[in-house]
């Protein structure tokens, strides 16, 4: 399929934002609306933002990763981030996963955006749960450069997908994670921090605490809670030793 161009307006975003190279990519960020199968117009809903598409984006062109598995799709803002930036790499493919739970117009937008951009090839959805699919990916000795987590953000979910990844990653690969100032994902992230070795990256991405209540705003700066995405390169891999797998006596 012959990837499609898209006109856009002048004096929009796209004369001021250095944006990803992909038109479909670009309509989603600047218009935001994706398209149905057939042909209809839909509202972007649950997509990542342009700064953080930039970072993706920008991260996987440095980078240059063999793979890149990724948790959560919706409509596929995040997946054209990446995929436009293996394209450009001329390099590597990309694994999302997302069962789209009661939402399977999601699912047919999201994989008809990668047709659209011409990017099917170096695209692989796995329709099923991240708690199902990263243990199948574990046990076939999966090796991913990079996992962009933005599944589902409940603490159980999220720290089972951190989890996950950590034990998939070599040293060297990247682990994302997005929504990062909510509090759930938060607590995530500093378990890793804490429990495991990996050092934040600089992605271009500046810190944000604003709120749409200031009081909120105030709590968010004084935890450290930074709404944009945050990144994390693995320095070591870690398993419990001997001691710390001791269970103690009554």
Same mark, same amino acid.
């Given at each position: 399929?012959?990837?499609?161009?898209?006109?856009?307006?002048?004096?929009?975003?796209?004369?001021?934002?250095? +944006?990803?190279?992909?038109?479909?990519?670009?309509?989603?960020?600047?218009?935001?609306?994706?398209?149905?199968?057939?042909?209809?117009?839909?509202?972007? %809903?649950?997509?990542?933002?342009?700064?953080? @598409?930039?970072? #993706?984006?920008?991260?996987?062109?440095?980078?240059? =990763?063999? /793979?890149? %598995?990724?948790?959560?799709?919706?409509?596929?803002? @995040?997946?054209?981030?990446?995929?436009?930036?293996?394209?450009?790499?001329?390099?590597?493919? +990309?694994?999302?996963?997302?069962?789209?739970?009661?939402?399977?117009?999601?699912?047919?937008?999201?994989?008809?955006?990668?047709?659209?951009?011409?990017?099917?090839?170096?695209?692989?959805?796995?329709?099923? &749960?991240?708690?199902?699919? /990263?243990?199948?990916?574990?046990?076939?000795?999966?090796?991913?450069?990079?996992?962009?987590?933005?599944?589902?953000?409940?603490?159980?979910?999220?720290?089972?997908?951190? &989890?996950?990844?950590?034990? #998939? +990653?070599?040293?060297?690969? %990247?682990?994302?994670?997005?929504?990062?100032?909510?509090?759930?994902? &938060?607590? %995530?992230?500093?378990? +890793?921090?804490?429990?495991?070795?990996?050092?934040?990256?600089?992605?271009? /991405?500046?810190?944000?605490?604003?709120?749409?209540?200031?009081?909120?705003?105030?709590?968010?700066?004084?935890?450290?809670?930074? @709404?944009?995405?945050?990144?994390?390169?693995?320095?070591?891999?870690?398993?419990?030793?001997?001691?710390?797998?001791?269970? =103690?006596?009554?």
């Amino acid at each position: 399929m012959e990837r499609e161009t898209t006109e856009f307006p002048q004096g929009s975003e796209a004369a001021t934002v250095d +944006l990803p190279p992909n038109p479909v990519l670009r309509e989603a960020l600047i218009n935001g609306t994706v398209r149905h199968p057939d042909g209809t117009a839909i509202s972007v %809903v649950a997509n990542i933002n342009i700064p953080n @598409s930039l970072a #993706l984006y920008r991260t996987i062109r440095e980078r240059r =990763p063999e /793979l890149v %598995v990724e948790i959560g799709m919706a409509y596929g803002v @995040s997946t054209l981030s990446i995929l436009t930036a293996l394209d450009e790499n001329n390099h590597g493919r +990309l694994i999302s996963i997302d069962p789209y739970v009661g939402w399977p117009t999601g699912r047919l937008v999201a994989l008809n955006q990668v047709e659209r951009a011409g990017y099917s090839d170096r695209h692989e959805h796995r329709h099923e &749960f991240s708690y199902t699919a /990263l243990p199948a990916l574990i046990m076939n000795h999966t090796t991913p450069d990079l996992v962009y987590i933005d599944g589902n953000h409940n603490f159980d979910y999220a720290f089972v997908d951190c &989890f996950l990844a950590d034990k #998939l +990653l070599p040293v060297r690969g %990247v682990m994302a994670f997005n929504d990062a100032g909510w509090r759930s994902v &938060f607590k %995530v992230i500093r378990f +890793l921090n804490r429990y495991r070795r990996y050092r934040e990256m600089d992605v271009g /991405l500046p810190v944000k605490y604003a709120s749409r209540n200031p009081l909120f705003s105030m709590i968010k700066r004084l935890e450290g809670r930074s @709404s944009n995405d945050r990144y994390f390169e693995k320095v070591e891999d870690w398993e419990p030793s001997g001691d710390t797998m001791n269970i =103690p006596g009554p």
